[in-house]
């Protein structure tokens, strides 16, 4: 008996939340009311969600003065990531045979944990995150994987 009363009053109080918020969203789509009250919901794409200062969304590879990548594919980046995100195919630089340059690179941001390893272990800082950019909101999950033309030209 004492079961069946915790799993009322539990009941009692995702109903009470769920009609509150039902009231407020009626209320702001006839307009009659514009504060957010007890809702959460962000009405996306009109309505952007508030980003702190120190978010690091975007990730971006830097080039040399030369316009070649700074990027030599020492595989760090790959290794660091605990998602196992980034896929790196190296090939020779024709400009210097003694180094290295990424044939592919790519970031799957679907399966990004956005913790910034990649970051910290790059020794040649040639990835970075950026802060205060756009969201990345795509359509298909295909578009969330980020080749070298995404990362470097944006």
Same mark, same amino acid.
């Given at each position: 008996m004492r079961l069946f009363i915790e799993a009322v009053k539990g009941?009692?109080?995702t109903m009470k939340h769920f009609f509150l918020n039902m009231f407020y969203h009626i209320l702001r789509f006839f307009h009659l009311s514009h504060k957010k009250g007890e809702t959460v919901?962000?009405?996306y794409p009109e309505e952007k969600r508030e980003t702190f200062t120190r978010v690091r969304l975007r990730h971006r590879?830097?080039?040399?003065?030369?316009? !070649?990548? !700074?990027?030599?594919a020492c595989y760090m980046c790959a290794t660091a990531c605990p998602a196992q995100c980034i896929y /790196? &195919?190296?090939? &020779?630089?024709? !400009?210097?045979?003694? &180094?290295?340059?990424?044939?592919?690179? /790519? /970031?799957?941001?679907g399966r990004c944990a956005y913790c910034g390893f990649c970051v910290e272990a790059c020794p040649e800082d040639a990835l970075r995150m950026d802060v205060h950019v756009p969201e990345i909101s795509e359509y298909k999950k295909e578009d969330l994987l980020y080749d070298i033309d995404k990362l470097t030209h944006w």
């Open positions: 009941l009692g109080v919901t962000t009405q590879l830097l080039s040399r003065d030369d316009g !070649r990548l !700074r990027c030599v /790196i &195919e190296a090939e &020779e630089d024709p !400009r210097n045979p003694l &180094e290295k340059k990424p044939k592919q690179f /790519i /970031i799957n941001l």
